[in-house]
């Protein structure tokens, strides 16, 4: 029965333009070389998870306590979350406590900031947004009932005497580590030191993030190491999986205080995606380390390239990116529009941000991860600067004649292709088809 009175074959050949409208958008984006640095993509293996049945599923039964299936939905492959998720994420990570709840970046911190900050009343400690601090951050643990300072940070390191005396004048619960907006690598050590020294009951979690996939493939030094508590953050920025959330920890008092804030604010953590991120950790496994020092690498060619063609690029202290970030001036916000345009029209897609820490005004925060995920090495670097000079003159057709050349340059990607053979080719048909397949791998219980 059609409620609203519209015409059920109106409604149909609407929706049917809906579709057509997003299956062509859909394959245009595939299509397009992105440089938004908070973002990445999946594998085709990882993707093709998402269309399964999974997706409409609860599942609440972490433990696979055989008197707690409640929903059982998830029940045939819920091993999966422990098996392959959580065990690929902390061989990863080097961390057994591995936390797949949160739903994003934001969800975890979230769960971070009330599992791990004490009882409201009490006192946070958190990178100020002006120095790459998380815009939220500050609002989040102010909503939550605690109080907050803000700590400077310069070139990846925090003010030692800032934080001492923060520390010392408010003996915190935790001071939350959340630097997004930085070229460099946070200096998680000297933080640890003077917590250590200054209020020794203090934790230390840092929200990597943006770092997360450079961290697990060791171009990054794992906060773990470096005597951080806990770490967290998103899951599709330099780390290619899902829109999701993690955190990991090696204290086992630790993991159950979030899993018991966890309790109350989380209900549902998406399932699919759950899956879908152990998929792309055990890709990660074997490609993660490649991936993450071509990252590095791919964004320091182009970082060198784009100021050898003479663009205002940003570099605190003359120190070259260590990460995957890389941030251009172009000038006032309509020539910074007209560059960012002409790219778009030839199918490069930026980044424009008018906050930066150190750099008045719109400037181009770019990030190489997903281009280099899908294959580029310094070849694409070269041909991307190429790309940004003819931008700079406005020539929208050039650029994608030259983002046509990035595409071609490209050498293998970072995850397994289907034709690898051992069966994956097979397995990848039948989760995109949604049907079995002959001689695929059992599940526990076969």
């Not at 958008?25 to 999946?42: G, K, T």
């Not at 694409?380 to 003159?393: G, H």
């Not at 995850?415 to 526990?444: I, K, M």
Request: charged share 20%; with cysteine.
């Amino acid at each position: 029965m059609w409620m609203s009175g519209q015409e059920p074959d109106a409604v149909k050949r609407r929706l049917g333009e809906v579709v057509r409208a997003l299956a062509d958008a859909s394959r245009a984006s595939r299509d397009a070389l992105n440089l938004v640095p908070s973002e990445n993509r999946l594998s085709p293996m990882a993707s093709s998870v998402l269309g399964t049945d999974f997706y409409h599923r609860y599942f609440f039964n972490d433990g696979l306590d055989p008197g707690f299936w409640q929903f059982r939905g998830g029940q045939s492959v819920g091993f999966l979350e422990t098996e392959l998720t959580k065990s690929s994420l902390g061989r990863l990570a080097g961390a057994e406590l591995v936390n797949v709840r949160p739903i994003s970046g934001m969800s975890a911190m979230v769960l971070a900031l009330s599992g791990l900050g004490g009882p409201p009343g009490g006192h946070v400690l958190c990178i100020h947004p002006d120095h790459g601090g998380h815009y939220a951050t500050g609002s989040v643990a102010r909503r939550l009932g605690f109080g907050v300072s803000l700590l400077p940070v310069r070139m990846g390191a925090v003010d030692d005497t800032e934080l001492r005396t923060a520390l010392r004048t408010h003996r915190p619960k935790l001071v939350y580590l959340d630097l997004q907006n930085s070229r460099q690598i946070l200096d998680v050590t000297a933080v640890v030191e003077a917590v250590r020294a200054e209020s020794p009951s203090t934790l230390v979690h840092v929200d990597c993030s943006h770092s997360l996939g450079l961290i697990l493939g060791g171009a990054h030094p794992n906060p773990l190491d470096d005597g951080a508590d806990t770490i967290g953050g998103s899951t599709h920025k330099t780390f290619p999986g899902p829109h999701k959330g993690v955190l990991m920890t090696r204290r086992s008092e630790l993991a159950r205080a979030i899993t018991e804030a966890q309790f109350t604010l989380l209900s549902s953590h998406h399932f699919a995606e759950t899956l879908a991120l152990g998929v792309a950790a055990t890709e990660f496994t074997v490609f993660g380390g490649a991936y993450a020092a071509q990252t590095v690498a791919n964004a320091r060619r182009f970082e060198t390239g784009l100021a050898e063609a003479g663009f205002d690029v940003v570099l605190e202290g003359g120190r070259a990116t260590k990460n995957h970030q890389v941030w251009v001036r172009i000038g006032d916000a309509a020539a910074t529009d007209a560059i960012a345009g002409a790219l778009y029209e030839g199918q490069i897609r930026v980044n424009v941000q008018v906050d930066l820490p150190g750099v008045p005004g719109p400037a181009l925060r770019l990030g190489v991860n997903e281009l280099t995920f899908t294959g580029a090495r310094e070849e694409s670097m070269e041909l991307l600067v190429q790309a940004f000079m003819v931008a700079r003159d406005g020539d929208a057709g050039k650029v994608a004649r030259l983002a046509q050349d990035i595409r071609e340059a490209a050498g293998r990607p970072f995850w397994f292709e289907p034709d690898d053979g051992n069966g994956l080719d097979l397995a990848v048909a039948a989760l995109a088809n949604d049907h079995p397949w002959e001689g695929g791998p059992t599940v526990a219980g076969d």
